[in-house]
């Protein structure tokens, strides 16, 4: 295992915030795992005896796969003395580990127009099934807080994946994929396995691939924690409403396989939150207060049942639909089988901000009537923090109790929540 110190030293590792990469033809997962366990096993049980006895401040991330051998972020790395000892532990694990290469410092690519700029986009959002037992009862909890994961077994989650990917796949021809804050050229061929190796496998679930035709076009699948997959398409000549009609495709193939999956109108660059759906405008009822935008996922349990809240267009479940009083002369249904039905507004133009500039898309200039009178058709399908409160999640006893407290709920919001 060979490395340059001064390579390292050259491009600012002393000091962190770079980006290592383990250069090697050896199996890629291989080597990331590999690489994992020096990491497991000889730096980070250490840091602390680095840091009192010897002065060095060391911070590496879990490595993720990149194109050509895995990527681990360096956060910190003082003084020089620190790097030295991070390359010889390095280079030794790995060698015993039987792999071979070379460490180098590896350049973050950035897409010089749509990682500068957020632009209004069209998306599909897809929350995939969990076990929600599992998922509240078995994760560790950290002052009521559940630690997020990805949760969702691989065989659903490359079912889900797939169509996804082929539709990013066709939308450009420059292909781009982004795990944790390493962002890389990729082999679109590459992009499922990649993901899917991925997802579940270290600390972050924050994975993106993106396809891009210049600065006109970009089509990017976005995974965040507990099961989010969002689909996104921007065309800078399109008419958002136009657009639709290549998402409702993801939303026939991958809707039957999520317990809730809907069109709305997102940024190009979404907040890397779990919530990620509540934090733009409209916001669903469950968080249109930012007292309870916490509540995200612990709504979980819930989800077999009913929605976030009423989009332009949604694939619902027959429990789901159930619930709903639709008007017809408001919004067309479609039989998708096995229990599932896609419901389409009459008119989805109401929905979307007639502008391209993001500073204005945010204010979505919605006919205002439009959102209102959706509500009050979905009606109890729609999840309020009343209903989460009535029907709480079932974490181990007490926790729910101390969830709220620590961010001072009341059991009930609806003295001051409009919805």
């Known amino acids: 295992?060979?490395?340059?110190?001064?390579?390292f030293k050259r491009a600012g590792f002393v000091g962190g915030g770079r980006l290592l990469w383990l250069d090697t033809s050896d199996d890629w997962a291989t080597a990331r795992d590999a690489l994992a366990d020096v990491l497991a096993h000889e730096i980070w049980p250490l840091l602390g005896e680095l840091e009192d006895d010897h002065k060095l401040y060391l911070q590496i991330a879990?490595?993720?796969?990149?194109?050509?051998?895995?990527?681990?972020?360096?956060?910190?790395?003082?003084?020089?003395?620190?790097?030295?000892?991070?390359?010889?532990?390095?280079?030794?694990?790995?060698y015993q580990r039987g792999v071979s290469g070379t460490l180098r410092p590896a350049k973050d690519?950035?897409?010089?127009?749509?990682?500068?700029r957020s632009k209004p986009a069209l998306s599909a959002m897809f929350v995939l099934p969990i076990d929600v037992e599992a998922y509240f009862t078995s994760m560790p909890y950290e002052g009521?807080?559940?630690?997020?994961?990805?949760?969702?077994?691989?065989?659903?989650?490359?079912?889900?994946?797939?169509?996804?990917?082929?539709?990013?796949?066709?939308?450009?021809?420059?292909?781009?994929?982004?795990?944790?804050?390493?962002?890389?050229h990729i082999d679109p061929t590459t992009a499922l396995d990649m993901l899917c190796s991925t997802l579940g496998h270290g600390k972050s679930n924050r994975l993106r691939f993106r396809a891009t035709s210049g600065d006109t076009a970009l089509r990017q699948l976005h995974t965040q924690d507990t099961g989010l997959i969002i689909a996104t398409e921007y065309e800078r000549s399109v008419p958002?409403?136009?657009?639709?009609?290549?998402?409702?495709?993801?939303?026939?193939?991958?809707?039957p396989l999520a317990?809730?999956?809907?069109?709305?109108?997102?940024s190009t660059m979404p907040n890397d939150r779990g919530d990620v759906f509540a934090r733009f405008w409209p916001p669903a009822p469950m968080t249109a207060n930012d007292r309870y935008a916490r509540l995200g996922f612990r709504a979980r349990h819930l989800l077999a049942d009913h929605v976030f809240?009423?989009?332009?267009?949604?694939?619902?479940?027959?429990?789901?639909?159930?619930?709903?009083?639709?008007?017809?002369?408001?919004?067309?249904?479609?039989?998708?089988?096995?229990?599932?039905?896609?419901?389409?507004?009459?008119?989805?133009?109401?929905?979307?901000?007639?502008?391209?500039?993001?500073?204005?898309?945010?204010?979505?200039?919605?006919e205002p009537t439009i959102l209102k009178q959706a509500r009050s058709e979905f009606g109890q399908a729609i999840i309020t923090p009343q209903l989460i409160f009535e029907n709480p999640p079932p974490m181990p006893s007490g926790y729910f109790e101390a969830f709220c407290k620590t961010f001072n709920f009341d059991p009930d919001p609806s003295a001051d929540n409009d919805h």
Not at 109 to 116: A, M, T
Request: charged share 20%.
């Open 109 to 116: 690519e950035s897409h010089p127009y749509f990682d500068n």
């Open 259 to 266: 317990s809730v999956s809907f069109v709305k109108g997102l």
């Open 309 to 366: 809240d009423a989009y332009v267009d949604q694939v619902l479940s027959t429990s789901q639909l159930e619930k709903t009083r639709l008007d017809r002369t408001h919004w067309t249904t479609a039989d998708l089988g096995n229990g599932f039905h896609r419901v389409t507004h009459v008119d989805p133009t109401a929905w979307f901000a007639p502008t391209d500039d993001i500073g204005e898309a945010l204010a979505w200039r919605m």
């Open 1 to 7: 295992m060979h490395y340059t110190l001064s390579a």
């Open 240 to 255: 958002r409403e136009d657009q639709l009609s290549d998402v409702r495709g993801l939303l026939e193939a991958v809707g």
């Open 144 to 184: 009521g807080v559940p630690r997020e994961g990805w949760w969702v077994e691989a065989t659903a989650t490359r079912e889900a994946l797939a169509p996804i990917v082929d539709w990013v796949i066709q939308g450009g021809t420059d292909y781009w994929m982004t795990i944790d804050s390493a962002q890389f």
């Open 62 to 94: 879990e490595p993720v796969p990149g194109p050509r051998g895995p990527l681990a972020v360096v956060d910190e790395c003082e003084p020089a003395k620190a790097l030295t000892h991070l390359l010889e532990v390095l280079a030794a694990g790995l």
